[in-house]
């Protein structure tokens, strides 16, 4: 091997899920929301954006910081935007856990965690659940370089009061925790009013999912003024213009309109405690799930035959090749129709 081969920074990558393109296809396998994002968002689109490609974006990214400040209650110096949250979680990561201890995740989380910790060097450990899901508060009661963990959890969904992540914070006074609150907005309960008490906690949350944007990338950190000058700091010694112009408009149209989030929400939702009942019917097993996806298991069908079983018809969920969840799919909560389509597939499979 050359010198310049050896060199070579070896990593493995996450694998997100896949974006099959089928035209009959029912997509439940990467918890996109199955609704169109916000009516303004679509105007602001259609508006003369190929004219104003030339100029560079703001680097601040100032209207739509001020614009989610102001949804969220905080000051616009307590906003970071990035290209989707991962790349907010993953500027967070390279920015505050620099530290000889490990930082501390569940075993069963959002798995792009480890590989960033491969990626920058972060040495971590990993918390089990307990036998029913659910993340044990006490485990993370221990000397830490930091805490990273989803509420509610993915790909579980389930949800953590906010009394119980006030306990995590109670017990690592000296720590960074970050709450990653990407389906906050089915139904979990978020720590942002826990920000005025503690300046270690930092919340990041997404437009993916609730606001249905995942392809226009852009997430955000709420935090201290301090930490989020550090992570101004970082991001501007990399790219300064990570959030282009189009993302700029037409996130600041969907925050701008909070009534459309409500409603598709509480649509999604009221889909969610429906097929909660159905699936139970049809003999499958779940955490109560307060996210836009349901984690669920059977006790008479292989989850990977039925994962290929449910590909072959076109309709996509997620398994995961993992230990302790190779027995579960995640599927996401689609439409009515969607749904009714899935379950009588589920129905038929099952002979039910
Ligand atoms: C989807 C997801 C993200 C990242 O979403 P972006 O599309 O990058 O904003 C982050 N954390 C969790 C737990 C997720 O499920």
């Known amino acids: ?3 310049y081969q050896q ?3 070896r990593v493995v990558p996450y694998v997100p899920g896949d974006q099959p393109d089928f035209p009959d296809m029912i997509k439940l396998n990467t918890n996109e929301n199955p609704y169109p994002p916000a009516p303004a968002v679509q105007e602001v689109l259609s508006k003369s954006q190929a004219e104003q490609m030339r100029l560079y974006p703001d680097p601040t990214a100032h209207q739509l910081n001020a ?3 102001k949804v969220y209650g905080v000051e616009e110096s307590q906003v970071f935007t990035g290209v989707g949250s991962d790349d907010v979680l993953a500027m ?3 920015t505050f856990f620099n530290s000889e201890l490990p930082i501390l ?3 069963i989380t959002y798995a792009f965690y480890p590989v960033w910790c491969d990626l920058f060097r972060i040495p971590y450990e990993v918390q089990p659940l307990n036998e029913k899901l659910e993340i044990v508060p006490e485990d993370y009661f221990k000397e830490n370089g930091g805490i990273v963990f989803p509420n509610p959890n993915a790909p579980t969904g389930i949800a953590m009061p906010a009394a119980e992540i006030e306990r995590i914070l109670q017990h690592n006074p000296e720590s960074l925790v970050v709450i990653d609150e990407a389906y906050v907005d089915f139904g979990g309960e978020s720590v942002l009013p826990l920000l ?6 930092m919340v990041v949350q997404t437009f993916s999912k609730s606001r249905s944007m995942a392809g226009e990338r852009i997430g955000f950190a709420i935090g201290s003024p301090e930490l989020i000058r550090a992570l101004h700091d970082v991001k501007y010694s990399f790219n300064s213009y990570t959030m282009n112009r189009s993302a700029l408009a037409a996130g600041t149209a969907s925050v701008e309109d909070q009534a459309y989030l409500e409603e598709i929400t509480a649509k999604i939702v009221a889909t969610r405690e429906r097929s909660k009942t159905v699936l139970r019917e049809m003999g499958f097993q779940f955490p109560d799930s307060k996210s836009n996806f349901l984690f669920v298991t059977h006790p008479d069908c ?3 035959e039925l994962f290929e079983a449910l590909r072959e018809a076109h309709i996509f969920v997620r398994w995961f090749d993992a230990p302790r969840v190779r027995d579960y799919l995640r599927i996401t909560i689609g439409t009515d129709a969607q749904m009714d389509a ?5 129905r038929k499979y099952l002979g039910k």
């Open 105 to 107: 995740f569940p075993d």
């Open 67 to 69: 614009a989610i400040a």
């Open 92 to 94: 967070i990561f390279q």
């Open 196 to 201: 005025n008490k503690y300046d270690n906690l």
């Open 342 to 346: 899935l379950f009588d597939f589920l």
């Open 1 to 3: 091997m050359k010198r």
């Open 302 to 304: 292989n989850a990977h």
């Open 7 to 9: 060199n070579i920074r």
